[in-house]
């Protein structure tokens, strides 16, 4: 069974930075591309970022390039997402999500205020 | 970017009867490689998204086959042949044909009457 569990997750004074785990389960890790999807409160899903299997290449929403960090080990089954200079409207649940979509986990909250 | 419009934003449905949600894009959505990549995704209250449909119409492992999805080009369908009280949430539709950035509609409310 796929497992995709996140955490890192917490309460963070904008300009601040966090970084979110998501450990993987149930399938082969290294032949996935992964990416993070976030869901801002009562607002709908927006893609952030986006990891090729091996983790050469990545991809960027506008709105997190050059803040945030995806990178992945493949030796752990983990993917991560490395969050700077935070700001108010970074605040939703972050879901990391297998290629295409196809499975997610169940969310860690992050919450950017003073 | 390419945007997806959904609609309607609210969809309020009597159990045993249809449903039907259209999502729109502002392109075609068939990829270079002759595939079209437009999924549907189910969000129950509290919980996380789930896959329903991928490329257009393939019902993913253990969707109930009430749930069907059509279309081409730029217009595309999500419909549940009789709705059930546990098909109640938030629906998406999401493409990957022209990413990044892949982007998702903004949602369409099924709720029962």
Known sequence: EVQLVESGGGLVQPGGSLRLSCAASGFTFSTYDMNWVRQAPGKGLEWVSDITSSGSSTYYAESVKGRFTISRDNTKSSLYLQMDSLRAEDTAVYYCARTNMAFWGQGTMVTVSS | ?113
């Not at chain 2, 969809?11 to 392109?27: D, K």
């Not at chain 2, 993913?60 to 109640?88: C, H, M, N, Q, Y």
């Open chain 2, 1 to 113: 970017d390419v945007v997806l419009t959904q609609s309607p934003l609210s969809l309020p449905v009597t159990p045993g009867q249809p449903a039907s949600i259209s999502c729109r894009s502002s392109q075609s959505l068939v990829h270079s490689d002759g595939n079209t990549y437009l999924s549907w995704f189910q969000q129950r209250p509290g919980q996380s998204p789930r896959r329903l449909i991928y490329k257009v119409s393939n019902r993913d492992s253990g969707v109930p086959d009430r749930f069907s999805g059509s279309g081409s080009g730029t217009d595309f369908t999500l419909k549940i042949s009789r709705v059930e009280a546990e098909d109640v949430g938030l629906y998406y539709c999401m493409q990957g044909s022209h990413w990044p950035p892949v982007t998702f509609g903004g949602g369409t409310k099924v709720e029962i009457k």
